[in-house]
């Protein structure tokens, strides 16, 4: 939602490459999202599907991620703690880079897991990270 949200100020703003480089965004990389906006366009008209709500884009994202869920651990005593659904064991925790990291959803997608600084032994933290609602697990499983 981050990378989106960017996108869509870059594209409601209208902005010139010095601007973007002022709003810290990097003009390739729009230049990029634009190009696979207009190809993500296409696949979404072929299919009939409306994607006009933040929610339903949060629930595509949940449907290819679903592998990649986890549920807030209520348990954790200083940091917020989620297990993997996948192996309960797992414990994983926010990056603190993320936009979510002060947050604590109950549950939430990841597009992928980086070791600290203990390396296998070290805490799994969750990047490119969305709040999604439980229950659409249960629907795109």
Known sequence: MMHL???SYFQNNKLNTSNLHQA???????????SLRGGLREILRKYAVNLTRGGDICKCVASGLFM???RLDNTSSHLPCWRDLKD??????IHPESAL???????????ELAWGSAGAKGKKYM????AVAGEWF???A
Request: proline residues 5%; glycine residues 8%.
């Open 68 to 70: 990649n869920g986890a």
């Open 138 to 140: 249960i629907e795109v």
């Open 24 to 34: 810290g965004l990097n003009p390739a990389a729009m230049a990029k999202a634009e």
């Open 5 to 7: 949200n960017a996108y």
């Open 101 to 111: 990291f002060s947050q604590t959803p109950e549950f939430v997608v990841y597009g």
């Open 127 to 130: 990047k490119d990270v969305t």
């Open 88 to 93: 309960k064991k797992v414990e994983l925790y």
